[in-house]
């Protein structure tokens, strides 16, 4: 899908569904459109482009997201960077995806920003997780599929003094269970850690299943609440071109066939040295190590952003990511970040594990990456292109089939 860019902070971006890929981005340039890209996998074939709203302020943390409906239709919503309180949604046809029914809006108490849609099976819901409430991680849900919506919910609670806001990815298994990674704030104003928890049942868990508190009863859960799986450096702001000391990063999430949770993350040690880590629950214990070398900054203003890393949702022992460095010893590729993959153990540092290479474009950036599946179709997507800042870029989205491998 040409001109569309995305952040990381929201899913999903793309899907799979009924032999078709459906890619959400906003155009980094021209009118700044979010839009959806159709690409028909058995006919190899591009289906088309549309979209969903104009003028979405060239701004990829504004991409739509997904879900697949059980009528066949396809729900994406979307909303703008914090600027306004207001989330837009709409519904395919049950056949074409690139047309869809009216816009609708659902209005809130505060600005909003980076949508997530899960579904659960076990009480056939769908939760739409997005930053909210005094700029914290909040928490909607609908009982028609997205047709409607009920009544906002504060889901994490910032405890840094100060105006701050949590940084969080979410995964499920499908059932009944939502997994969450977050941090403490942004890197830039915080040396962040990283922590975990998940949610079921309206209630709050650690990994090995112990009660923290039900969210109706209790209010939002609070970092030192949950499972602290990487301990920042717990510094303050020190200007805009460097991030605090010892800062980490969620970048993905994932569940296992076994319901045990894995976290990739990026830690900043500075603005030309980063690592990517990996924490997973194996039964009994978070075993969190590195994995490879991140590289340099992407720009200067956010000196914690990288190309990322992330987890298969089906198997997060397949990893993904993208750096500008040699994964294994650091050393400079020439200056554009390229996409690597690697089965990783529990056990697997950045001392044993072998990274492939699978991007060769030496001239643009290749960066954030995602994995996408149904059945026994796999991609790797990422965006390809000219990035500047998130609100001047000129990305691609490119992927590769991944499914006989």
Not at 262 to 268: E, V
Not at 272 to 277: E, K, S
Not at 320 to 346: C, M, W, Y
Request: charge should be negative.
């Amino acid at each position: 899908m040409y001109n569309s860019g995305w952040c990381w902070f929201q899913d999903p971006r793309a899907i799979i569904h009924n032999g078709k890929l459906l890619i959400g981005g906003v155009a980094g340039n021209g009118r700044g459109d979010a839009a959806v890209g159709v690409y028909d996998l058995k006919a190899d074939a591009l289906l088309g482009r549309t979209t969903v709203h104009d003028q979405f302020d060239h701004d990829d943390h504004n991409s739509p997201v997904f879900y697949a409906r059980p009528d066949g239709s396809v729900l994406t919503v979307y909303a703008r960077h914090s600027t306004e309180n207001i989330h837009y949604y709409r519904i395919s046809e049950k056949s074409d995806y690139l047309n869809w029914g009216e816009e609708q809006t659902v209005e809130y108490s505060d600005a909003v920003t980076y949508m997530n849609l899960y579904h659960l099976s076990a009480d056939d819901k769908l939760y739409n997780f997005y930053r909210g409430i005094d700029w914290n991680p909040t928490m909607v849900v609908s009982t028609d599929h997205g047709a409607t919506w009920g009544k906002e919910q504060h889901f994490i609670q910032n405890e840094v003094e100060g105006r701050h806001r949590p940084y969080t990815r979410y995964t499920s298994n499908g059932k009944d269970t939502i997994g969450i990674s977050f941090t403490d704030a942004h890197p830039r104003d915080y040396g962040t850690s990283i922590y975990y928890a998940e949610f079921r049942n309206g209630n709050f868990y650690l990994a090995d299943g112990t009660f923290i508190k039900n969210l109706n009863e209790d209010g939002p859960l609070k970092p030192s609440e949950a499972e602290k799986i990487f301990a920042g450096g717990g510094g303050g702001f020190r200007g805009h071109k460097l991030s605090a000391e010892k800062s980490a990063w969620t970048s993905s999430v994932a569940i296992d066939s076994m319901g045990h949770p894995h976290i990739a993350y990026s830690l900043y040690l500075s603005n030309t040295d980063q690592r990517y880590r990996i924490a997973s629950w194996d039964g009994s214990q978070w075993i969190d190590r590195e994995v490879a070398f991140a590289g340099t900054r992407l720009y200067e203003r956010e000196a914690s952003y990288t190309g990322l890393i992330t987890l298969d949702p089906t198997d997060p022992s397949n990893v993904v990511i993208s750096t500008d460095v040699d994964p294994n010893s650091g050393e400079p590729l020439g200056g554009k970040h390229q996409i690597f993959k690697a089965r990783i153990a529990d056990t697997d540092t950045t001392n044993n594990v072998d990274w492939q290479r699978i991007s060769f474009d030496d001239k643009r950036h290749n960066i954030r990456p995602m994995v996408v599946s149904e059945g026994d179709t796999k991609l790797i997507l990422w965006s390809r292109g000219q990035f500047n800042t998130y609100t001047n870029y000129y990305l691609d989205t490119v992927g590769v089939d991944v499914s006989a491998q």
